[in-house]
């Protein structure tokens, strides 16, 4: 005879499903925490911690940003990079609100078309 059980790991998910739709519903209701959990005979302390354990998670998961590459009519940052010393390049620096980084070495004429593509996306 088949059981219905589910796998360890799809277990947690579901409950970690159940505490979300829980805290989104909260925000929702404009209730205090306390009354919300008191009206639906939820225990605070848990909602407490699936609310921290679920902010964690949301801050610590990496979140992806479209880049968007379109046509130009300048000429391409490679084709100028060809023609210049290296010892003149440009060291254009990213620092992202995440931690993580670009370093980009630019021909000196192509910095502002690069500054100009940046400044067009949408983060």
């Known amino acids: 005879m088949p059981t219905n059980r589910l796998s360890h790991s799809r277990h947690r998910e579901d409950v970690r ?4 739709d829980h805290l989104a519903a909260q925000r929702k209701s404009g209730q205090t925490q306390a009354a919300y959990c008191r009206a639906r ?17 949301s801050a610590a998961s990496p979140r992806m940003v479209p880049v968007v590459v379109t046509p130009s009519v300048e000429p391409p940052v490679s084709a ?12 254009l620096r ?30």
Do not use: H
């Not at 005979?41 to 998670?57: E, H, I, M, V």
């Not at 100028?80 to 060291?91: H, I, K, R």
């Open 94 to 123: 990213l620092s992202l609100g995440n931690g993580l980084s670009l370093s980009l070495e630019i021909a000196p004429g192509a910095l502002p078309a690069v500054v100009r593509e940046l400044s067009r996306l949408r983060c």
């Open 17 to 20: 499903a159940w505490w979300a």
């Open 80 to 91: 100028v990079t060809e023609t210049v010393p290296a010892s003149t390049m440009v060291t």
């Open 41 to 57: 005979g939820l225990d605070p302390k848990y909602f407490t911690l699936w609310k921290s354990k679920l902010r964690q998670a």
